[in-house]
């Protein structure tokens, strides 16, 4: 039984490898004078569109006595604009029957709209104003600060283990802009002024900066044309845009700290320091993440949920960005369990991937799912769209989202266990517990 296992589990292996492979998302991409760049794939097994604006800012990008500006941006931009009441920006694309949204993190801010293939215009001109001249105004700011407040105190303060990333982040890094998260510090948001906010647009919101990727029921000639219309008399930012570059130091032992927070159960979140994504190092690390908790026969949940029951919850987290990232394991403790023996009982599983190389078939398997999951990325037209533009910015090749399985592929049981040596080590990395606040005079 065991070899008709494996080999059912390499044929699998190969159908889906074969099926990612046969997927070949075609584009083109080129380049406005302005410096946009643009990236079209043209589908037509579906009536609809995904208009997509990726802008090179995040909030790395930040003074860090004005933190918070990239994401308070993803939520001012939906103001208006000139030729756009207040207000209205989202109702042009419901009532088109369409969707949209915005996402900010530490090295990007992504705008989409999902439309019926016969609104394309009407996602290309929402684009283009938002970039050419979006309402930024006294009324606006104060209306979005309030937002962003209010997104703090649902998504962090008033969430259990909410303040987590922020909480890990201020101790892995010390020098690098990505010691503060994204939503940054509602006191920098207050204290800013108009004009510091219009400096900010007029630096990052510009053509050279940005990616605009479309996927779907298009016509590539006719769609380029449009795309010259609206986009094309947008002048080229006028300010040089700095990228960080800073190299944060060796961690050099390890950091501890407890978080009181209003929760019942106990959690213990590992943040060890990572590479930069995109490397050899990465792909074997998405490996070994997936090993550890990618699904239910994963490791930690079979050993820390299943066999010993020591946690309810249990998962593992590669957190890389364009510079040197974060690998985070975290578990959330059953009832009276001690934090003490679940961090115990994570180490083991850690230190299992440092000391032995994981087996052919579970390595086989955890192969499946990532290939599974390659399929799935391309599975809709706003997936292709945001991975092309993805690709293109931080590394500069679209095609990535072809040719990503190979790398994968390439990883080997070695290059795991060889991750595994080098990061999870103790001096590598900050360790929060979390407890509940009763327990602080304790």
Known sequence: MQKLGSFLLASLFLMTGTLAKSQTIQFEKYTLPNGLKVILHEDHSAPVVAVTALYHVGSKNEDTARTGFAHFFEHLLFEGSENIKRGEFDKYVTN????????????????????????????????????????????????????????????????????????????????????????????????????????????????????????????KAELKKKIEAYFGPIAKGAVVIKRPNIKEPPLSGEVRDNIYDNIQLPAIFHAYRAPKQGGDEYYAFNVLSTILSGGASSRMNKTLIDSKQLAVAAQSVPFFNEDDGLFIALTIANMGVKVETLEASMDSVVNELKNDLVGEREFQKVKNQITTDLVDSKATMAGIAESLANNEVYFGDANLINTELEKYNKVTREDVLKVAKKYLNKENRVVLHYLPKEKTSK
């Open 96 to 219: 088109a029957g369409g969707a949209l949204n915005a996402n900010t993190s530490q090295d990007r801010t992504f705008y989409y709209e999902l439309l019926p293939s016969n609104q394309v215009d009407l996602g290309l001109w929402l684009e283009s104003e938002r970039m050419m001249h979006a309402k930024i105004e006294q009324i606006g700011v104060n209306t979005q600060r309030e937002v962003v407040k209010e997104e703090k105190r649902q998504r962090m303060d008033n969430r259990p283990y909410g303040s987590f990333l922020t909480e890990m982040l201020k101790r892995a890094y010390k020098v690098h802009p990505y010691k503060w998260s994204p939503i940054g510090s509602m006191d920098h948001l207050n204290a800013a002024k108009l004009d510091e906010f219009i400096q900010f647009y007029k630096t990052y919101y510009v053509p050279n900066n940005c990616v605009l990727s479309i996927a779907g029921d298009i016509n």
